[in-house]
């Protein structure tokens, strides 16, 4: 599989519950038992082991083979009780009573000479041994490691059961593959996931949920499709999503369990349906023919998965530009009903945000995958911040109802394997994440379908297959606008307390500075509340592009706020040893106007018609059709 794979594969020795957080507090007492009574069996880390990840008193699953010590009554790994120093009281030993006297060792006679009266009837009593009170010690340890055992092979037995609730399917059901990428100069190659949202009726909740009783235990259909790439050196991400009305010539593909071949479509068909020809195998071979990207792992999640996911995570902020009701006069829509400004949803309400078309723009499925990635972008912005699930109990919660809800291929079906994953997709920064739309035109032969569009989906794919990221930060390729989620190590100042140094560099060989530039740009910035913004008077070099530079990581965030008021990409904020504070250098691309000039397309950037949209953008409102306000 990917590199998300984790060597070997869950052990019974490394925890995995217990690796992955999920074991923390489930067994109340433990910490308890294992504090006071001190035991430690195999795997068992103490207060005092040091680099642990389990965390304190907590147990890995012991070896089912290992038993307790019958000669000694000693359980294996745990440690014998060590003897008191002589004259010291201890198991095994009675204290002197106040006459100072010690127990007879094993054989003296049961009276001693001397003995005052009295003394002889208490000691002609039978005693307890002292190998007896060793055993009752050394039992009571040995029930202290079983209850120790028992707490960590439960772990074991909880991370079992979410790997049990997750379904699984094969990856790949058609008759070809694409060809897997080329590895960087690292040796690191990129990730490829097809997230599929189906929109089976095959059960009572999802029959609620979705509605068309008519349909109910028909075959299901892929009305969510998105392809998420993973850079190789996962730096960042892209997630393109192909329109449910999409029209392709679906490959032959082969049901994995009854056997029965789908023979390749003579014509083009809805893509949606390439999820009853087999199963979502068959939509990853569609994708690969389609894009030549090699997909690496699908995951599929149905209508009750969606509520159960969502109310687990708990409300994702969305936001509308107005008053919307997704309600026609025939009954149709998603029911959806949401106050302009943004709103935190989560459960049947996260569930018809993402199914709303009636309402949003033109009413389109392009629409509606737009209000998608609005939604996928705020939600992996709350997971990042863990926001309300920070207790265990909601984490546990959360993977519960994940691993009920999602279909998974077969190398990606284990906890272990979807919390690398997880890993792996945390390394990207909101900012470096781009949310995308296959390039589309509507069809010629189905005014209510669309098809690829030629050229620019190519355009798209390439981006993929190469590797190249769709915000516009590799190569050559000018990068996005700033956003105010963009931070650097250092957060901007206020712009009135920023100093910017102003210089006109605008000449180039055949031409000379345009007379007074740098003071044009000092009044734009003063505007903008840069009110400590100067000229530069002295002479400087000639400069082909514009550019904001900045001396040192303190000074990044001031340097950006910059950038942010005059409308320039990030790209064009660097790290200079040429400067001592915050400077602009106007290059001979601006040489007129206050509005910065949209640089041209660069073959490396993604095509104005996917509709790009930065992950970091939490300003994005859906457009409310005005026929769908309230």
Same mark, same amino acid.
């Given at each position: 599989?990917?590199?998300?794979?984790?060597?070997?594969?869950?052990?019974?020795?490394?925890?995995?519950?217990?690796? !992955?957080?999920?074991?923390?507090?489930?067994?109340?007492?433990?910490?308890?038992?294992?504090?006071?009574?001190?035991?430690?069996?195999?795997?068992?880390?103490?207060?005092?082991?040091?680099?642990?990840?389990?965390?304190?008193?907590?147990?890995?699953?012991?070896?089912?083979?290992?038993?307790?010590?019958?000669?000694?009554?000693?359980?294996?790994?745990?440690?014998?009780?060590?003897?008191?120093?002589?004259?010291?009281?201890?198991?095994?030993?009675?204290?002197?009573?106040?006459?100072?006297?010690?127990?007879?060792?094993?054989?003296?006679?049961?009276?001693?000479?001397?003995?005052?009266?009295?003394?002889?009837?208490?000691?002609?009593?039978?005693?307890?041994?002292?190998?007896?009170?060793?055993?009752?010690?050394?039992?009571? /340890?040995?029930?202290? #490691?079983?209850?120790?055992? #028992?707490?960590?092979?439960?772990?074991?037995? @909880?991370?079992?059961?979410?790997?049990?609730?997750?379904?699984?399917?094969?990856?790949?059901?058609?008759?070809?593959? /694409?060809?897997?990428?080329?590895?960087?100069?690292?040796?690191?190659?990129?990730? *490829?996931?097809?997230?599929?949202?189906?929109?089976?009726?095959?059960?009572?909740?999802?029959?609620? !949920?979705?509605?068309?009783?008519?349909?109910?235990?028909?075959?299901?259909?892929?009305?969510?499709?998105?392809?998420?790439?993973?850079?190789?050196?996962?730096? *960042?991400?892209?997630?393109?999503?192909?329109?449910?009305?999409? !029209?392709?010539?679906?490959?032959?593909?082969?049901?994995?369990?009854?056997?029965?071949?789908?023979?390749?479509?003579?014509?083009?068909?809805?893509?949606?349906?390439?999820?009853?020809?087999?199963?979502?195998?068959?939509?990853?071979?569609?994708?690969?023919?389609?894009?030549?990207?090699?997909?690496?792992?699908?995951?599929?999640?149905?209508?009750?998965?969606?509520?159960?996911?969502?109310?687990?995570?708990?409300?994702?902020?969305?936001?509308?530009? /107005?008053?919307?009701?997704?309600?026609?006069?025939?009954?149709?829509?998603?029911?959806?009903?949401?106050?302009?400004?943004?709103?935190?949803?989560?459960?049947?309400? #996260?569930?018809?945000?993402?199914?709303?078309? @009636?309402?949003?723009?033109?009413?389109?499925?392009?629409?509606?995958?737009?209000?998608?990635?609005?939604?996928?972008?705020?939600?992996?912005?709350?997971?990042?911040?863990?926001?309300?699930?920070?207790?265990?109990?909601?984490?546990?919660?959360?993977?519960?109802?994940?691993?009920?809800?999602?279909?998974?291929?077969?190398?990606? /079906?284990?906890?272990?394997?979807? @919390?690398?994953?997880?890993?792996?997709?945390?390394?990207?920064?909101?900012?470096?994440?781009?949310?995308?739309?296959?390039?589309?035109?509507?069809?010629?032969?189905?005014?209510?379908?669309?098809?690829?569009?030629?050229?620019?989906?190519?355009?798209?794919?390439?981006?993929?297959?190469?590797?190249?990221?769709?915000?516009?930060?590799?190569?050559?390729?000018?990068?996005?606008?700033?956003?105010?989620?963009?931070?650097?190590?250092?957060?901007?100042?206020?712009?009135?307390?920023?100093?910017?140094?102003?210089?006109?560099?605008?000449?180039?060989?055949?031409?000379?500075?345009?007379?007074?530039?740098?003071?044009?740009?000092?009044? !734009?910035?003063?505007?903008?509340?840069?009110?400590?913004?100067?000229?530069?008077?002295?002479?400087?070099?000639?400069?082909?592009?514009?550019?904001?530079? @900045?001396?040192? #990581?303190?000074?990044?965030?001031?340097?950006?706020?910059?950038?942010?008021?005059?409308?320039?990409?990030?790209?064009?904020?660097?790290?200079?040893?040429?400067?001592?504070?915050?400077?602009?250098?106007?290059?001979?691309?601006?040489?007129?106007?206050?509005?910065?000039?949209?640089?041209?397309?660069?073959?490396?950037?993604?095509?104005?018609?996917?509709?790009?949209? *930065?992950?970091?953008?939490?300003?994005?409102?859906?457009?409310?059709?005005?026929?769908?306000?309230?």
């Amino acid at each position: 599989m990917g590199s998300a794979r984790s060597e070997g594969g869950p052990e019974r020795d490394q925890d995995p519950a217990g690796a !992955l957080g999920w074991d923390d507090g489930l067994y109340e007492g433990r910490d308890a038992a294992v504090e006071t009574g001190r035991a430690k069996v195999p795997g068992q880390r103490g207060a005092g082991d040091a680099g642990g990840v389990a965390g304190e008193g907590e147990t890995e699953p012991e070896d089912p083979d290992e038993q307790p010590d019958r000669d000694s009554g000693t359980p294996v790994g745990v440690p014998e009780q060590p003897g008191p120093p002589d004259g010291e009281s201890g198991p095994g030993r009675r204290r002197p009573e106040a006459g100072g006297e010690r127990d007879a060792p094993d054989g003296a006679p049961d009276e001693a000479p001397g003995d005052a009266p009295g003394e002889a009837e208490e000691a002609a009593r039978p005693r307890k041994p002292k190998r007896r009170k060793r055993r009752i010690l050394a039992w009571t /340890a040995a029930g202290l #490691a079983l209850t120790l055992v #028992a707490a960590g092979t439960a772990g074991w037995i @909880y991370y079992q059961h979410l790997n049990d609730n997750l379904d699984r399917k094969p990856l790949h059901i058609g008759r070809s593959r /694409a060809p897997e990428p080329t590895p960087n100069a690292a040796g690191q190659t990129p990730l *490829n996931i097809l997230l599929i949202g189906s929109d089976a009726r095959d059960s009572e909740e999802n029959q609620r !949920l979705g509605g068309a009783r008519e349909t109910f235990g028909g075959p299901a259909l892929a009305d969510v499709q998105m392809l998420l790439h993973l850079s190789a050196d996962r730096s *960042n991400m892209s997630v393109i999503s192909m329109p449910r009305d999409t !029209l392709l010539k679906i490959p032959e593909c082969t049901d994995p369990e009854s056997g029965k071949v789908y023979p390749a479509t003579v014509g083009t068909r809805m893509t949606n349906q390439t999820l009853m020809r087999g199963g979502p195998g068959c939509t990853v071979a569609t994708w690969e023919e389609l894009t030549g990207i090699r997909i690496d792992h699908f995951m599929m999640v149905d209508f009750a998965g969606v509520v159960s996911m969502a109310d687990a995570i708990g409300g994702v902020p969305v936001c509308v530009d /107005a008053n919307l009701h997704s309600r026609t006069s025939d009954g149709k829509g998603s029911g959806l009903k949401l106050k302009k400004g943004t709103t935190e949803i989560k459960g049947e309400d #996260a569930l018809a945000w993402l199914r709303t078309r @009636y309402g949003f723009g033109d009413g389109s499925d392009i629409a509606r995958a737009k209000a998608q990635h609005m939604y996928m972008n705020s939600l992996v912005r709350k997971l990042r911040e863990n926001t309300g699930l920070s207790s265990p109990n909601k984490l546990r919660n959360l993977a519960e109802e994940a691993t009920e809800a999602l279909t998974v291929d077969e190398e990606l /079906a284990s906890v272990a394997e979807l @919390y690398a994953l997880a890993e792996e997709l945390k390394k990207v920064a909101p900012n470096r994440t781009t949310m995308a739309t296959m390039p589309w035109i509507w069809s010629p032969s189905d005014r209510n379908r669309v098809e690829p569009k030629p050229d620019d989906a190519e355009q798209l794919f390439r981006l993929v297959r190469e590797d190249i990221a769709l915000d516009g930060r590799d190569g050559d390729s000018p990068s996005p606008s700033p956003s105010k989620d963009e931070t650097s190590e250092d957060p901007a100042a206020d712009p009135a307390e920023i100093a910017v140094l102003v210089r006109n560099g605008t000449g180039s060989q055949v031409a000379a500075p345009v007379s007074g530039r740098a003071s044009d740009l000092v009044k !734009l910035l003063t505007e903008t509340g840069f009110t400590r913004a100067t000229a530069d008077q002295n002479q400087v070099e000639n400069r082909e592009e514009t550019a904001i530079l @900045y001396p040192s #990581a303190e000074l990044e965030g001031d340097a950006q706020s910059v950038a942010e008021a005059l409308g320039m990409p990030l790209g064009t904020v660097r790290k200079s040893a040429e400067v001592s504070g915050v400077t602009l250098e106007i290059g001979a691309d601006w040489t007129e106007g206050d509005t910065f000039p949209k640089p041209e397309k660069s073959d490396n950037e993604p095509p104005d018609s996917a509709e790009a949209l *930065n992950g970091s953008d939490d300003t994005a409102c859906m457009e409310v059709d005005p026929a769908f306000t309230w």
